[in-house]
Nanobody, 120 residues
Framework: QVQLVESGGGLVQPGGSLRLSCAASGFTFSGYAMSWYRQAPGQERELVADITSAGGRTNYADSVKGRFTISRDNAKNTVYLQMTSLKPEDTAVYYC?????????????WGQGTQVTVSS
Protein backbone atom coordinates (compact mmCIF):
# COMPACT_ATOMS: atom_id res chain seq x y z
CA GLN A 1 0.00 0.00 0.00
CA VAL A 2 1.37 3.36 -1.06
CA GLN A 3 1.64 5.97 1.67
CA LEU A 4 3.01 9.49 1.86
CA VAL A 5 2.78 10.70 5.44
CA GLU A 6 3.58 14.32 6.17
CA SER A 7 4.53 15.58 9.61
CA GLY A 8 6.06 18.63 11.26
CA GLY A 9 3.34 21.18 10.66
CA GLY A 10 1.97 23.42 13.36
CA LEU A 11 1.60 26.95 14.61
CA VAL A 12 4.64 29.22 14.43
CA GLN A 13 5.20 32.94 14.87
CA PRO A 14 6.26 35.13 11.95
CA GLY A 15 10.00 34.84 11.44
CA GLY A 16 10.05 31.35 12.88
CA SER A 17 11.05 28.04 11.34
CA LEU A 18 9.55 24.61 10.78
CA ARG A 19 10.77 21.44 9.14
CA LEU A 20 8.25 19.29 7.34
CA SER A 21 8.90 15.62 6.68
CA CYS A 22 7.22 13.24 4.28
CA ALA A 23 7.78 9.54 4.86
CA ALA A 24 7.12 7.35 1.83
CA SER A 25 6.33 3.66 1.65
CA GLY A 26 4.89 1.16 -0.80
CA PHE A 27 6.78 2.31 -3.88
CA THR A 28 10.37 2.78 -5.07
CA PHE A 29 10.99 6.19 -3.52
CA SER A 30 14.41 6.68 -5.14
CA GLY A 31 12.82 6.48 -8.58
CA TYR A 32 10.43 9.38 -8.01
CA ALA A 33 10.83 13.13 -8.16
CA MET A 34 9.35 14.67 -5.03
CA SER A 35 7.59 17.95 -4.52
CA TRP A 36 5.94 20.03 -1.86
CA TYR A 37 2.74 21.85 -2.74
CA ARG A 38 0.58 24.08 -0.59
CA GLN A 39 -3.00 25.25 -0.62
CA ALA A 40 -4.34 28.19 1.33
CA PRO A 41 -8.09 28.58 1.98
CA GLY A 42 -9.89 29.74 -1.13
CA GLN A 43 -6.80 29.42 -3.28
CA GLU A 44 -5.51 26.89 -5.77
CA ARG A 45 -2.85 24.40 -4.85
CA GLU A 46 0.58 25.73 -5.80
CA LEU A 47 4.03 24.24 -6.20
CA VAL A 48 6.43 25.23 -3.42
CA ALA A 49 9.53 23.21 -4.28
CA ASP A 50 10.62 20.06 -6.04
CA ILE A 51 13.67 17.82 -6.16
CA THR A 52 14.82 15.24 -8.67
CA SER A 53 14.92 11.54 -7.83
CA ALA A 54 18.63 11.54 -6.95
CA GLY A 55 18.45 14.95 -5.32
CA GLY A 56 20.73 16.61 -7.82
CA ARG A 57 18.42 19.43 -8.83
CA THR A 58 15.92 21.52 -6.95
CA ASN A 59 13.41 24.15 -7.93
CA TYR A 60 11.53 26.73 -5.85
CA ALA A 61 8.61 29.05 -6.19
CA ASP A 62 9.75 32.67 -6.26
CA SER A 63 7.80 33.36 -3.09
CA VAL A 64 9.94 30.93 -1.03
CA LYS A 65 13.36 31.23 -2.66
CA GLY A 66 16.05 31.88 -0.09
CA ARG A 67 13.76 30.87 2.78
CA PHE A 68 12.80 27.25 2.09
CA THR A 69 15.04 24.27 1.34
CA ILE A 70 13.90 20.94 -0.03
CA SER A 71 16.02 17.85 0.51
CA ARG A 72 15.65 14.08 0.49
CA ASP A 73 17.18 11.02 2.05
CA ASN A 74 16.66 8.05 -0.24
CA ALA A 75 17.99 5.67 2.41
CA LYS A 76 15.16 6.78 4.71
CA ASN A 77 12.51 7.19 1.98
CA THR A 78 11.90 10.69 3.26
CA VAL A 79 11.70 14.17 1.75
CA TYR A 80 12.01 17.32 3.85
CA LEU A 81 11.07 20.96 3.59
CA GLN A 82 13.03 23.28 5.85
CA MET A 83 11.12 26.53 6.18
CA THR A 84 12.69 29.63 7.69
CA SER A 85 11.71 33.29 8.00
CA LEU A 86 8.10 32.22 7.86
CA LYS A 87 5.46 34.78 6.93
CA PRO A 88 1.70 34.81 7.54
CA GLU A 89 1.21 34.28 3.80
CA ASP A 90 2.95 30.91 4.13
CA THR A 91 -0.09 29.68 6.05
CA ALA A 92 -1.54 26.72 4.15
CA VAL A 93 -1.94 22.98 4.08
CA TYR A 94 1.31 21.53 2.76
CA TYR A 95 1.19 18.40 0.63
CA CYS A 96 3.87 15.95 -0.37
CA UNK A 97 3.76 14.72 -3.98
CA UNK A 98 5.64 11.93 -5.75
CA UNK A 99 5.88 11.63 -9.52
CA UNK A 100 7.63 9.37 -11.97
CA UNK A 101 7.55 9.83 -15.72
CA UNK A 102 9.10 7.33 -18.11
CA UNK A 103 8.29 8.16 -21.70
CA UNK A 104 4.52 8.15 -22.02
CA UNK A 105 4.05 6.41 -18.66
CA UNK A 106 3.35 8.51 -15.62
CA UNK A 107 2.52 7.62 -12.02
CA UNK A 108 1.98 9.88 -9.06
CA UNK A 109 0.92 9.94 -5.42
CA TRP A 110 -0.27 12.59 -2.96
CA GLY A 111 0.03 12.80 0.79
CA GLN A 112 -2.84 13.82 3.05
CA GLY A 113 -1.35 17.19 3.96
CA THR A 114 -0.14 18.93 7.10
CA GLN A 115 -1.32 22.32 8.32
CA VAL A 116 1.16 25.16 8.72
CA THR A 117 -0.11 28.30 10.41
CA VAL A 118 2.06 31.39 10.74
CA SER A 119 0.55 33.83 13.20
CA SER A 120 1.43 35.91 16.22
Amino acid sequence: QVQLVESGGGLVQPGGSLRLSCAASGFTFSGYAMSWYRQAPGQERELVADITSAGGRTNYADSVKGRFTISRDNAKNTVYLQMTSLKPEDTAVYYCYAERVVGAWRNDYWGQGTQVTVSS
